[in-house]
């Protein structure tokens, strides 16, 4: 479903690393990077991604009303204000040991969410051929399997079915200028200047890293099922962040 255009064809070739990528290879990382983004500008009229993004939305949100969702404990809402805590914790002050421990326990979950997913993707990598297929959960699950941007669903879902506010995850369509590879991965906003990277395949990194640090990849588009942005280089985000969740 959606478009189809010749772009999408070879756009997620970097889906076929994640064998490679989870023995070592591609993995390169440097330090923090100067660039920024706002990560959550509008769409152009004619943005190319939109229609993509728009066919994946219907079904996905589709199965979401067919289906019957496994109610599970908040881990906070408190997070979706996207306040950033600072990691310090030798404060007397009871809210600050509060907010630090929280924020250290679901940096916790998302790195033990990463680790598993990153660890069933040489298992469950299925290419999806010639034409890039965006598959939904379900899809997925009953396929045994996927590509980049199928097994990228496994910790979307997981991280908000565990209680991570819907401002705070989303998917992302990332970019190489390199050599032209897209990828899909997950952008966990706990800052919403730097956001963590969880990577399905392990084909741009392990683990939990910031996005600042890899200047060498672009981020191009973050969605959920509900809304989509669009990724600008700026100076700082934080404004742009908070008033898209006003």
Known sequence: MGIHLPSFILSF???????LALSGVGCATSGRGEIRYGYFSAPA?????SPKIAGWQRRALREETEGEALPLPAVSKAADSG???SPGGDSADLRSKYLNFRAAR?????????????SQAPIHYVEDGVLDHW??????????????????????HALRDLGFGSAEVYRAVIYRPADGQHHMVTLWFEDPEDPWVIDPTGAMTL?????SEFPSWVPLKLFTDRV??????AASTSDAYLASHD
Do not use: I, Y
């Open 106 to 118: 679901k940096r916790a979950l998302a790195r033990e969410v990463a680790h598993w997913v990153q």
């Open 13 to 19: 070739t970097l889906c076929l690393l994640p064998v």
């Open 135 to 156: 598959a939904t959960l379900d899809e997925t699950l009953a396929a045994n399997g996927d590509d980049c941007d199928g097994l990228e669903l496994l910790t979307f």
């Open 207 to 211: 683990g939990m890293p910031r996005m």
């Open 45 to 49: 009229e004619q943005d190319a991604w």
């Open 228 to 233: 989509e942005f669009t990724v600008h280089p």
């Open 83 to 85: 306040t950033s805590v």
